[in-house]
């Protein structure tokens, strides 16, 4: 029956235990990759976006996360009022700005 079910000895004592390093090593390595490629752009890009929205002020050109293009024609701590056409005018909060464009895109547009 030792074919089927193989014996299971003990360890001879004595035997070279792996050192704690050596099983953690791979944990830490994981993690290192992790920083790398996944936190640490993650939080650039959240700071780029932070600074962008910090120095937004009237006369620039947005475009908001929906896809909305409008001229900043009023600012405030939360809120931005924007105008996307001649006298129509919105109120949007200041984080779901996406991008600054440059001046003259929406004459462009």
């Known amino acids: 029956m030792e074919w089927l079910i193989p014996s299971a000895y003990a360890q001879a004592a004595g035997g070279a235990q792996p050192n704690a390093f050596v099983q953690l090593l791979p944990l830490v390595l994981i993690f290192v990759v992790f920083y ?12 780029e976006h932070k600074a962008m929205v910090a120095a937004l002020a009237v006369g620039d050109e947005v475009v908001t996360a929906g896809g909305i293009l409008g001229k900043v024609t009023e600012t405030g701590d939360q809120f931005l009022t924007v105008e996307l056409a001649e006298g ?22």
């Open 36 to 47: 790398f490629l996944l936190i640490r752009p993650q939080a650039k890009r959240a700071k």
């Open 88 to 109: 129509v005018r919105v109120k949007i909060q200041r984080h779901t700005v996406g991008a600054v464009l440059p001046k003259g895109t929406l004459k462009n547009a």
